[in-house]
T-cell receptor, first 111, second 115 residues
Framework: QKEVEQNSGPLSVPEGAIASLNCTYSDRGSQSFFWYRQYSGKSPELIMF????GDKEDGRFTAQLNKASQYVSLLIRDSQPSDSATYLC???????????FGSGTRLQVQP | DTEVTQTPKHLVMGMTNKKSLKCEQHMGHRAMYWYKQKAKKPPELMFVYSYEKLSINESVPSRFSPECPNSSLLNLHLHALQPEDSALYLCASSQVEAGGQETQYFGPGTRLLVL
């Protein structure tokens, strides 16, 4: 079983719609959760981080965390073609400074 | 400011060459990382330095040799690489957030091609 799972996609949404990206993780001791956006050929760019159950909003982005269900999601409102990228979910544990990455979900926003 | 810089941007080397990748951050971050990323795969952790000391080595072959000369610099020395080592090499550094968790920020990467 993979430690961090994401649907590889592609997830295709029309411009202006809400894109919903999902991630599940297996380690119940995980304490920190991150979403990175990666354009083709570029490095990962941090979009959001969340540590507590519930929602966290930043502009058009909302991260949602449910530790009981071991589930974290990213909502992108008013999706733009420039949001088209691969979104990596990453999970941090305790005791070591390392992240476990999911394989990423490719998002395509259709103009 | 969350900038991590890496040089060179691109590198082509033969299997007998020795080269080095460089990473720099001036944000006072206390941990720095090397990752390797192959096409359409997530980043794979190679090394972690914490307070300039190597704290994690993910069983990386000895042809990759990390070095942390000071708290702002991280090098990755390359020697006798194989074509399968061709990848995007990412450096990251981390800072402690208000809640006590650490958040990693990536540099732009060095795209390495081994011939």
């Amino acid at each position: 079983q993979k430690e961090v799972e994401q649907n590889s996609g592609p997830l295709s949404v029309p411009e202006g719609a809400i894109a919903s990206l999902n991630c599940t993780y297996s380690d119940r001791g995980s304490q920190s959760f991150f979403w990175y956006r990666q354009y083709s050929g570029k490095s990962p760019e941090l979009i959001m981080f969340i540590y507590s159950n519930g929602d966290k909003e930043d502009g058009r982005f909302t991260a949602q965390l449910n530790k009981a269900s071991q589930y974290v999601s990213l909502l992108i409102r008013d999706s733009q073609p420039s949001d088209s990228a691969t979104y990596l979910c990453a999970v941090g544990g305790t005791g070591r400074r390392a992240l476990t990455f999911g394989s990423g979900t490719r998002l395509q926003v259709q103009p | 400011d969350t900038e991590v810089t890496q040089t060179p941007k691109h590198l082509v080397m033969g299997m007998t060459n020795k080269k080095s990748l460089k990473c720099e951050q001036h944000m006072g971050h206390r941990a720095m990382y090397w990752y390797k990323q192959k096409a359409k795969k997530p980043p794979e952790l190679m090394f972690v330095y914490s307070y300039e000391k190597l704290s994690i080595n993910e069983s990386v072959p000895s042809r990759f040799s990390p070095e942390c000369p000071n708290s702002s610099l991280l090098n990755l020395h390359l020697h006798a690489l194989q074509p399968e080592d061709s990848a995007l090499y990412l450096c990251a550094s981390s800072q402690v957030e208000a809640g006590g968790q650490e958040t990693q920020y990536f540099g732009p990467g060095t795209r390495l091609l081994v011939l």
